[in-house]
């Protein structure tokens, strides 16, 4: 099955620090999104990004779907980013269903 | 508008018992996703509930797990005769069809004891 690798898995970094958030898959995929896990468990959607880039405030993120990884830049962090940030990448998993494969997370901690 | 609500928030049970959790989705989204999450780990996927087709239940850990949805919407997870490596967040998350964005809920945390 297709493998959800996220990079690095801890950063430590002080507010107003910049960040790069790396996603590699193994296969092709038909979509995939960024999450925010916040401190209290409450999962977000970030971006939903098969391709390209997008960029939301202080967000942005890019997907090179034929080199098989996305990147997630958050820039100026400040403490409330803290937290983890998932990649799942979706797969075609039966006739019409799709699934989504998570990678194990990178855990963002901004100190003040 | 409102987002996706499960109850309850936290559940402490007795090993052994049965447990049943609740899912919300977001009015009018066809496809209705449940997740397992262990402390400190990634999402595990169980069970996916796409309009009226039957559901993909290819996540689910074993027979004690079930799920069903009602009437296209709300949804129930039972844990039957609960263990201990049960304990863990079960997220629910919905989305307008099985392709597009997905949308979670809080999360019930179950302990069991």
């Known amino acids: 099955g297709i493998q959800v690798e996220q990079s690095p898995p801890d950063l430590i970094l002080q507010e107003g620090a910049n960040s790069t958030l790396r996603c590699n898959f193994s296969d092709s995929v038909n979509n995939l999104q960024w999450f925010h896990q916040n401190p209290w468990g409450q999962l977000i959607n970030l971006f939903y990004?098969?391709?390209?880039?997008k960029q939301n405030g202080r967000l942005s993120a890019t997907t090179v779907a034929t080199e098989r990884y996305s990147l997630l830049y958050i820039s100026s962090s400040q403490t409330t980013d803290s937290g983890v940030y998932f990649c799942a990448v979706e797969r075609l998993f039966r006739d019409s269903n799709y699934q989504l494969i998570w990678g194990a997370g990178t855990k963002l901690i901004i100190k003040p | 508008g409102a987002g996706v609500s499960q109850s309850p928030s936290n559940k402490v049970t007795e090993k052994g018992k049965d447990v049943e959790l609740r899912c919300d989705p977001i009015?009018?989204?066809?496809?209705l996703y449940w997740y397992r999450q262990s402390l400190g780990q990634g999402l595990e996927f169980l069970i996916y509930f796409q309009g009226n087709s039957a559901p993909d239940k290819s996540g689910l850990p074993s027979d004690r797990f079930s799920a069903e949805r009602t009437g296209g919407s709300v949804s129930t997870l039972t844990i039957q005769r609960t263990q201990q490596e049960d304990s863990a967040v079960y997220l629910c998350?919905?989305?307008?069809?099985?392709?597009?964005?997905?949308?979670f809920g809080p999360g019930t945390r179950l302990t069991v004891t």
């Open positions: 998350a919905s989305s307008l069809e099985s392709t597009y964005e997905q949308y």
């Open positions: 009015s009018g989204h066809t496809a």
């Open positions: 990004i098969p391709s390209g880039t």
